[in-house]
């Protein structure tokens, strides 16, 4: 690609993959080339000739940003640039360098370039397949990501401590280049991307649209180099010894606003540079169209002509016709940034990155505007809506809940019991929870001690698991007492139906009681009520202690010879009153 002249830029572009080839070697010691590709493109502010293009991988910890040398090339007399090739395997950033030295010239004046270092951080794959442009306002991006990216200030989120690391770093860019659009982009480029933008006309502007933009940025660059020039001058103006350079001055510009204001200081204190400048932001509030281009008469409000014009020398065959006549409308310059575009500058704007907030009252790193809290720094979010913050809500989706003070995972509101983490319900309503409750649906129960299934309040025996009832009172459960409706008894050994403490016979079944307590119980005593008797062997009435002849009947007790036997027993025999049996006679059977 052939570029022509007027450019604050650095334009590289792709057209090609090369190394590794060649037919093979007969010897075993020659190395495989490392497979390259071939980077091509422009050095421009005007296009600069001769000027020295290194890429270097980028490493956070150099102050220059700048890592292992992947390959360095130079620009032609047409400004192109040639001789530069980085491995093909190359990931992660690049930091892309343009130095001019002293056989450096601008096409466009034909003199020696104001700015002489320009650079821009491109991601490899980025910058392997496709344009990639160094520019002045590039160039104040990365430096800015350099000085802030640690830091923890206006929209920067670094940690500080006091190393930058490559994400931070990668972070802050998109910081950087919102405030560097905001403070020197002069109302122009507040929708473009100033890493990627092109600030040339090529092939593929060929719209209204694109090349409007190209001429928006390129106004943009040809401003800021303006703006360092006027710096340059007015410090010359107020001191005839100064011998500060227009390239000093553009070098101070992104240090002044790395603090965020345009005063002549940084977070260092006063710019040595800008020392002999009377009023730093009278210079740089200048009113744009009474700017030109440094090294010409060409106002900055006509770029355009110089976009049309350096199409001859860059090979550029795209109409241009939509942009012919064109104006651009610069703003001034922003001495204190709003990046956001919200209003509030980002000196005062809390979220400076944030067009929707710009106060945050309590501290807590959350705008007013989406803190429902705004006045407490521990809350800032209410998701149910119950006017308890979240972090203090227990329960922070339930608006019917705020509090879990025994932490059972049951709010407070429905616990019955907030104080007692193993207790949630009471469904009886008892004052005893369900878990500790063996009868939860009963408001008269709450304890079952022998687990018989009984309460302790109606069971007569809550510590014995056999009884829960002593229907007659006697402290005998119904289960084991013989006789649960009679108190006066509990126990029947014998089985009889008599129970113990009445049946004088609680042993034997047959019988319950001995009228005539002669020891012999009514069933068996023929004679129930007569202590003396309690046999009739001949059922004659008369009880066999008392009977004359109790093996035969013989109620009438009759004793003819009154020997104390009864006639009935002595049937037969002599009524001499002796009876004779074998105790009668001796042995020799003599009768005694």
Known sequence: MKLKPLCLAVAVAITGCGGGG?????????????????????????????????????????????????????????????????????????????????????????????????????????????????????????????????????????????????????????????????????????????????????????????????????????????????????????????????????????????????????????????????????????????????????????????????KEDTGISTDTSDIENAETTPVVVETTPDSDGDGVDDLNDAFPMDDSETTDTDGDNVGDNADVFPNDPNEWADFDGDQVGDNADDFPADPSETTDTDGDGTGDNADEFPNDPSETTDTDGDGTGDNADDFPNDASETTDTDGDGTGDNADDFPNDASETTDTDGDGVGDNADDFPEDASETTDTDGDGIGDNTDEFPDDASETTDTDGDGVGDNADDFPNDASETTDSDGDGIGNNTDNCPTVSNPDQTDTDTDGVGDACEEGQTPTGTVWDQFNWDDGSTWQ
């Open 22 to 310: 060649g037919g093979s070697s007969s010897s075993p010691s020659t190395p495989t080339p490392t497979p390259t590709t071939t980077l091509s493109g422009s050095a421009v502010k005007g296009p600069l000739v001769n000027a020295t293009v290194r890429a270097y991988a980028l490493d956070t910890s150099a102050t220059d940003l700048k890592g292992t040398l992947l390959d360095s090339g130079s620009t032609n007399a047409q400004a192109a640039i040639t001789g530069l090739a980085i491995p093909s395997s190359t990931t992660g950033p690049v930091l892309l360098e343009i130095l001019a030295d002293s056989d450096t010239v601008d096409l466009t004046t034909g003199a020696a370039p104001v700015i002489t270092r320009m650079v821009t951080v491109r991601d490899a794959a980025d910058l392997m397949s496709g344009d990639a442009y160094a520019t002045p306002l590039t160039t104040m991006v990365v430096e800015l990501a350099r000085k802030n990216g640690d830091k923890n200030i206006l929209g920067y989120s670094g940690d500080n401590n006091s190393t930058l690391t490559e994400a931070e770093f990668l972070a802050a860019l998109p910081v950087a280049q919102s405030q560097v659009k905001a403070s020197l982009g002069f109302g122009l480029v507040d929708d473009v991307d100033i890493m990627t933008q092109s600030p040339l006309i090529t092939e593929d502007t060929t719209d209204a649209a694109s090349q409007t933009a190209v001429l928006n940025y390129r106004t943009a660059l040809e401003g800021v180099a303006a703006i360092a020039e006027k710096l340059k001058d007015d410090a010359l103006a107020a001191n005839a010894g100064s011998t500060v350079s227009t390239d000093d001055m553009f070098a101070a510009l992104a240090s002044d606003l790395s603090d965020g204001s345009l005063d002549g200081q940084d977070d260092d204190g006063a710019l040595a540079a800008m020392a002999d400048v009377p009023d730093v932001g009278a210079s740089v509030t200048v009113d744009p169209s009474t700017l030109t281009i440094p090294g010409t008469a060409t106002p900055l409000t006509e770029v355009s002509d110089v976009l049309i014009a350096e």
